[in-house]
């Protein structure tokens, strides 16, 4: 019997594989399509906006040696999903890697929290949105999968979900919370769960990433308020960077995990640990 294979390029190998990333055009989306892309995977990325995923499409695949595609899609809609869905199965017959990283927040004072933008919309691409793309798309994914080869979910969510303090970020004017954002991060983990349940029998893993401060659109506001304070608030003493995401991301969706499944991987250089384990000082 031959000794298997654990070289770094056979674990990590992504050659070949079919993915979709939601929300690809910019930030932590942009991270991981990149590492897929460059690693020889042919990438699909879908958001709102064109002109920002032509751009991203086109800068990716001049890098290679995996290609970019994209398709314009709004996700805040069951009908939304269910239209990228459709669009991307006319395209292809099998998907390896989906990548739920659409996300949005959104901050306004405890008492004045308005439904529909700070609940409803939050709630709609954060969570119900995983929801219909995962089961859109199982099939695809589902097609030619095995134990050893399954097809890949990853849900992008957040360090939020496991926090119970919505105010006082850096991430939200001072004065007003992400009462619904962590709401729906920890939600997101919990369906993180029951899909990687519901979908292991079909030989699907599902697993998310919880970051911690990444540059994107979504933590625009606090780089541009406190961006070295958030730094300093890290006990590595720097935010995320687009090589932690992609090793993270190349890690969940490689043969190195394929008996990897229902897991939140915390990526925040130990930010959560280290807050958690610090009391306030009580005279006895």
């Not at 499409?57 to 994209?70: F, M, R, V």
């Not at 850096?170 to 993180?192: D, I, Q, V």
Request: charged share 15%; proline share 4%; hydrophobic share 40%.
């Amino acid at each position: 019997m031959s000794a298997p294979d654990l070289s770094v390029a056979s674990l990590y190998n992504v050659k070949g594989k079919i993915a979709l990333v939601t929300g690809g055009g910019t930030g932590i989306g942009k991270m991981i399509a990149s590492a897929l892309t460059q690693n020889g995977a042919k990438v699909y990325i879908a958001a709102r906006k064109e002109s920002q995923l032509k751009e991203t499409a086109t800068e990716l695949t001049k890098t290679g040696p995996g290609s970019c595609h994209y398709i314009v899609a709004n996700l805040g809609s069951r009908a939304g999903c269910d239209a990228l869905v459709a669009e991307f199965k006319k395209r292809e017959t099998k998907l390896h890697i989906l990548v739920n990283n659409s996300g949005v927040t959104w901050g306004a004072p405890f008492t004045d929290f308005p439904e529909a933008q700070g609940w409803d919309r939050v709630l709609a691409l954060n969570v119900k949105a995983i929801f219909y793309m995962t089961a859109g798309l199982s099939d695809l994914l589902a097609k030619d999968s095995t134990s050893y080869d399954p097809g890949r979910v990853i849900n992008i969510s957040s360090v939020a979900g496991l926090s119970a303090k919505a105010e006082e970020s850096y991430l939200a004017e001072e004065g007003t919370g992400l009462w619904s954002y962590n709401t729906s991060k920890a939600a997101a983990n919990h369906l993180t769960s029951l899909l990687a349940v519901t979908l292991i029998k079909r030989f699907i893993t599902v697993n998310a990433i919880c970051p911690g401060v990444f540059p994107s659109r979504m933590t625009r506001y606090g780089f541009e308020q406190a961006g070295d304070k958030m730094a300093a608030t890290q006990p590595t003493g720097r935010v995320g960077i687009p090589q932690d995401m992609a090793g993270t991301a190349l890690f969940l969706v490689s043969p190195a995990s394929a008996h990897v499944t229902g897991n939140y991987i915390v990526l925040d250089g130990g930010g959560t640990l280290a807050r958690g384990s610090i009391a306030p000082k009580v005279k006895l």
